[in-house]
């Protein structure tokens, strides 16, 4: 027995003692060697599977400065892929995901993609947080993260979040279509629509790529409306109520959205609620000044009477007053009696008022031009009691120092 278990240990290799028992560490030995030569073994068939297809794999750019610069000139989300030497997974994944012929045409095509050596970029890897390797994080053409993944995933997953992230930059490309198409409104003078469209990117947090720009052309567009109020508040004594009237509403429609337009909403307001109580008291008017005619027409005072329809006509023509002032006008007209009678009154108000003319002069210290009137009341009205109040006024300057009197018709 003790022959058979020596030949058979010297055989494997293996020493046994005359006691019977057998040595086994260098069978253990030779099985751990084993095991480890066939595991590097298949980490190098990796690699040479990995290398002899990276002709045809992936183009990674290796430096991380590079790939975001040339993802904003290209305007490309960015793939970035995490690694170390000793990290089994990555090399997995380089021999199996990033082999598969769907990832390959949609990375090269549509992202910048950069392979990251963890320990050559130790405070991009601390600045993200990176904690285990592989690591994937897809980024927009700015730098803003979408998606961080950890741990080896196959080509269906690295798929689904390669097309989510295309998906975040169409959305993104949308919004900056938007911002262009606000400021070529702007440009062009259609501030309404402006800021209309930049109020709605501010809104939207998925916008956020923009708010910069579109905060700065809101604001700016904030700035040229104040000017615009500011300016016309300062001709506002220069411009009659419809002027104002029109420009604040102009200016609270073209810069519609902004403080400025509502201040000049709230002084379009004011503005049209004085012209409304203007033009009840402006109608309050005309029908009086009616009622008054009509009464003038009823009493036969014909001179009056004509009077406050000339005034109707004159200042209420817009208004239906003037219409029917025109017709009463037109029946005191037709009756040459009744215009007979107005133009004596006339020419009685006329001496009055040439009388009034005359005292008013000598009060003034004018006597010379009193005495000029009182003789224009004797040649224009001969035979009349004017004419003769001015003759008697005439006799008192001539005797002495004047008295100025107060005449009464």
């Excluded at 290796?62 to 970035?80: D, G, S």
């Excluded at 109020?229 to 104002?244: D, F, G, V």
């Excluded at 817009?318 to 004596?344: F, G, I, N, W």
């Amino acid at each position: 027995m003790k022959l058979r278990l020596q030949a058979l240990a010297g055989n494997a290799g293996i020493s046994a003692s005359d006691s019977g028992k057998c040595d086994l560490s260098g069978v253990w030995q030779r099985l751990a060697l084993g095991h480890v030569v066939c595991w590097l073994l298949v980490c190098w068939i990796i690699d040479a599977a990995a290398f002899t297809q990276q002709a045809d794999g992936i183009a990674w750019r290796t430096q991380y400065a590079q790939a975001r610069r040339e993802a904003r000139e290209k305007h490309l989300p960015l793939l970035l892929d995490f690694t170390t030497e000793w990290c089994v997974h990555c090399r997995r994944m380089d021999a199996t995901t990033f082999q598969d012929p769907t990832i390959v045409a949609l990375v090269n095509s549509r992202f910048v993609p950069a392979k990251i050596d963890a320990s050559r970029e130790q405070a991009l890897v601390e600045m993200l947080r990176i904690r285990g390797y592989p690591t994937l994080v897809l980024a927009l053409p700015d730098g803003r993260i979408l998606h961080t993944l950890e741990g080896y995933i196959d080509a269906g997953q690295l798929k689904h979040y390669l097309d989510a992230t295309l998906a975040a930059l169409g959305e993104r490309d949308a919004y900056a279509q938007a911002l262009e198409s606000a400021l070529r409104d702007q440009q062009a003078g259609h501030y309404a629509q402006a800021i209309a469209a930049l109020k709605k990117l501010l809104a939207d947090p998925q916008a956020l790529s923009v708010h910069q720009r579109a905060r700065m052309a809101l604001n700016e567009l904030e700035a040229l409306a104040r000017q615009e109020h500011q300016k016309l508040a300062s001709l506002e004594t220069e411009l009659t109520p419809q002027e104002r009237e029109l420009l604040y509403q102009d200016l609270s429609q073209r810069f519609a959205g902004t403080v400025a337009s509502q201040e000049a909403q709230r002084a379009l307001s004011d503005l049209i609620a004085q012209r409304q109580q203007s033009e009840q008291q402006r109608l309050q008017l005309a029908n009086a000044l009616l009622a008054s005619a009509r009464l003038d027409y009823e009493q036969q005072n014909w001179l009056a009477c004509l009077e406050r329809c000339d005034r109707l006509l004159r200042e209420f023509a817009d208004l239906p007053q003037a219409q029917d002032a025109q017709r009463l006008l037109e029946q005191l007209k037709s009756q040459p009696e009744r215009m007979h009678t107005a133009c004596e009154r006339v020419t009685e108000r006329l001496g009055e008022l040439q009388l009034a003319l005359a005292e008013s002069w000598l009060r003034q210290g004018e006597p010379q031009l009193a005495i000029e009137t009182f003789r224009k009341v004797l040649i224009m009205f001969p035979d009349t009691r004017y004419a003769e109040l001015a003759r008697r006024r005439l006799q008192h300057l001539a005797e002495g120092p004047f008295q100025p009197t107060q005449f009464s018709p």
